[in-house]
């Protein structure tokens, strides 16, 4: 079992910085992977950015590369999601999700087991 808790969420204008933390405790193990999805208001859940925690490979939306930053710190097991030059467009929950197993696939819902709790990002115009 893993426990994932998300932190940093607020609110900014149009053009400001978040960043995201999420603290993964329970058993992970060397396939673990990370990621980072949102959820708008009537809308569907989507893909944001993932890391694989063996080698520090990262994968992107292309909504949001360039902007975002995925990244994690070993010692405290906590991956980061630095969002820079936000969009009123980035609003949404934002959820960190995990899985213990390798897969090729990184940006689906259904490839994780774990989700957090999410965190509101609310960026006005």
């Known amino acids: 079992q893993v426990q994932l808790v998300e932190s940093g969420g607020g609110a900014v204008q149009t053009g400001g910085s978040l960043r995201l933390s999420c603290a993964a405790s329970g058993r992970t193990s060397s396939s673990f992977t990370l990621g980072w999805f949102r959820q708008a208001p009537e809308k569907e859940r989507e893909f944001v950015a993932a890391?694989?925690?063996?080698?520090?490979?990262?994968y992107y939306a292309d909504s949001v590369k360039g902007r975002f930053t995925i990244s994690r710190d070993n010692a405290k097991n906590t991956v980061y999601l630095q969002m820079n030059n936000l969009k009123p467009e980035d609003t949404a929950v934002y959820y960190c999700?995990?899985?213990?197993?390798?897969?090729?696939?990184?940006?689906?819902?259904?490839?994780?087991?774990?989700w957090g709790q999410g965190t509101q990002v609310t960026v006005s115009s």
């Open positions: 999700a995990s899985r213990n197993y390798y897969s090729a696939y990184v940006r689906r819902p259904y490839d994780y087991d774990y």
């Open positions: 890391i694989r925690w063996s080698d520090g490979t990262t």
